[in-house]
């Protein structure tokens, strides 16, 4: 008889991943995970702790996958907005995930001004605040101010809160970065 075929890690959190994209991190059991691979929950186990380990791998996960996205978003609109769209479409589209990186518990990330000193961060900032020539303090604060709209707006919208079409929304977007940059 061959050996049974081990789930990895890997395994274990892509579909694990999947599964939140689905159905949100609260409904990802371990019983759940399981008959979605196809074996006992022991593999689970072996590769994580317990199920707040694998929730806070879907949290970078998550992460990874929303920056991967805003970074990659090209094309004729300007790239703070670019950006702030591809944000609000992740909290619509993605509202599982979305959901569990906007939640409370942060697993000791960074905060604002510590990820925009990283290569991520540095090319989202960029981004923003586009190639003119504020202090970087002053990028920083624009940014800060920027997204605190950009993500209470995104959570409104993903909590079903707030109801605009694409055209309010970028409109509010534009409005409100030319009023950063007033501000600056």
Known sequence: MPPKEKVSKAR????AFEMTREYGFSSVTARKLAERLGCSTQPIFR???????????LFYMSTDHLIARMLAKKGKTPSYMAIALEYIDFARN???LFELIASVDDFGTATINEFLKTDEGSQILGKITGTGSPAPAKKIELFTMFWMFVHGMAALITGNRLQFSDREIRAYITKAYEGFIKTI
């Open 12 to 15: 274990v959190s892509e579909t």
């Open 47 to 57: 590769a994580y702790e317990n199920m707040e380990e694998l929730r806070e791998d």
């Open 94 to 96: 993605e509202k599982n």
